[in-house]
């Protein structure tokens, strides 16, 4: 179990320095911090440690790629063609493995934290002063804490143009993803990004259409030529249809499909569509200004 935090009310808790953010980075400066003789506290706005990449990131998008994968090779062997209905499942069907790992991972995590005498603090940040940070509850302010180095680790979303509603049903983003619960046939992937293409190749594992729709000339343009190409070649060789240079020029929603609008006349139809254009910091609201 993590370590108790060191804190009665109404007092102020005096660490050497404090980390926001529970994720790797926020981590791995803890640990430093500590192992170099720093008397540390973390803190994370959620219940459990481990930050996106435990919880939507890194651990849930590979355990789903893994999973997937063993469907695929299930799929191309002969004797089992015939048998279940494995292109029916939705996205929390495949995911429920990775809930498991989730839990080891954070479990396995606390342990280190209370190993190396960190003390760890759930709630929203806020930085009062250059040495001050209050930690908010959902009834107001639950502990105040004097630090004298700050280490900001809080890590990034998913970015969310206004022009999109997100709370519709049809409409997501990667972390929204995770959570899809209903079958569908065609999704269209806007952003061909890492995370993007992951997920094009996720989807055609499953066996769904995929439109994969990239900004950019090329996929991963940042990349040697020759990953790049081979990139592209094998997510065509899978069935998904990659569509360069493109912008989106409005986004129509429907109760069960959505169509997607681009500058180039072009118009996509689709089940749903995965926004993977961009993230954004997660430092809005910290009170970095008081600093």
Not at 240 to 268: M, P
Request: proline share 2%.
């Amino acid at each position: 179990m993590p370590r108790k935090k060191e804190v009665v009310s109404g007092t102020f808790v005096k660490y050497d320095a404090v980390v926001l953010g529970s994720g790797p980075a926020g981590e791995g400066a803890a640990m430093k911090l500590a192992k170099s003789g720093k008397r540390v506290a973390i803190i994370d706005m959620r219940e459990q440690l481990g930050g996106n990449c435990t919880h939507v990131g890194t651990i849930p998008s590979k355990a789903l790629r893994q999973t997937v994968s063993s469907i695929i090779r299930y799929q191309r062997d002969p004797m089992f063609q015939k048998v279940g209905d494995w292109k029916q499942f939705t996205m929390k069907q495949v995911l429920r493995n990775a809930h498991t790992v989730i839990q080891q991972q954070v479990d396995t995590h606390s342990r280190f934290y209370d190993r190396n005498k960190i003390n760890i603090y759930h709630g929203r940040a806020y930085i009062q002063d250059k040495n001050t940070v209050l930690i908010f509850g959902d009834d107001g302010i639950k502990e105040t804490i004097i630090f004298k180095q700050l280490v900001i680790a809080t890590g990034s979303r998913p970015y969310r143009p206004a022009t999109l509603d997100f709370n519709h049903s049809r409409v997501f983003d990667s972390d929204k993803i995770l959570d899809l619960d209903y079958s569908i046939q065609k999704i269209i992937i806007y952003g061909a990004g890492v995370i993007g293409c992951e997920y094009a190749s996720i989807f055609i594992g499953l066996d769904h259409k995929v439109d994969l729709i990239n900004t950019q000339p090329k996929l991963l343009s940042y990349l040697d030529d020759e990953i790049s190409d081979a990139l592209s070649y094998r997510l065509r060789e899978q069935g998904v249809l990659i569509r360069h240079n493109e912008q989106i020029d409005h986004l129509e929603t429907f109760d069960d499909h959505v169509i997607l609008h681009l500058q180039s006349g072009k118009k996509i139809k689709a089940d749903a569509i995965l926004w993977c254009n961009g993230r954004s910091g997660n430092t809005d609201g910290l009170g970095l200004e008081n600093v």
